[in-house]
């Protein structure tokens, strides 16, 4: 089943896999010349500087569902809710810096990391309702330590930079 077979997954297995994600993405952001960190053209509208913010942010929204799945509660919001705060705080980095992501990046997943570590079976095992995907149910288990949020935006801007 699916479902045992990444439940065996451990915490630290996945902390280390999102740390090793966080490693790749910063890496490669960190070889953006200051023309290709300012460029347009991602799948998300968003300079690639914004996009990069979005990935870094995504590690502490990640931990607070993550904990709010843990105590047992829904995770509030709508699609339409979660692409408004997304739109209003692409607005609000437009000018942040390489620098500045990459200390968010860093300091976000370490966080995440040590969040991830301390997960149970017990927690693994819960699931809620999930508003950003329409109130759909989304397991602990499947949103622990995923890396897909970050492999889809880093993927985005890799084709608009074209490598």
């Not at 997954?9 to 999102?18: D, K, L």
């Not at 390489?98 to 370490?110: E, M, P, S, T």
């Amino acid at each position: 089943m699916a479902h045992e077979t990444s439940t065996v997954r451990s915490g630290a297995v996945r902390a280390q896999e999102i740390t090793d994600a966080n490693d790749e993405f910063v890496a490669f952001i960190e070889t953006c010349s200051d023309e290709e960190w300012g460029r347009a053209g991602t799948a998300e509208d968003w300079p690639v500087n914004v996009v990069a913010h979005h990935i870094a942010r995504g590690h502490e929204v990640s931990a607070g569902w993550i904990r709010t799945i843990r105590a047992g509660k829904d995770v509030p919001g709508s699609p339409e809710l979660h692409d408004a705060n997304n739109n209003a705080k692409a607005a609000e980095v437009a000018g942040i810096s390489r620098d500045q992501v990459v200390r968010l990046a860093n300091r976000n997943v370490a966080a995440l990391a040590e969040l991830l570590r301390s997960l149970t079976e017990a927690d693994l095992s819960k699931s809620a309702a999930f508003g950003p995907a329409g109130g759909a149910p989304m397991s602990l288990d499947d949103l622990a330590g995923a890396r897909g949020h970050l492999d889809r935006h880093l993927g985005s801007i890799r084709a608009a930079l074209a490598r």
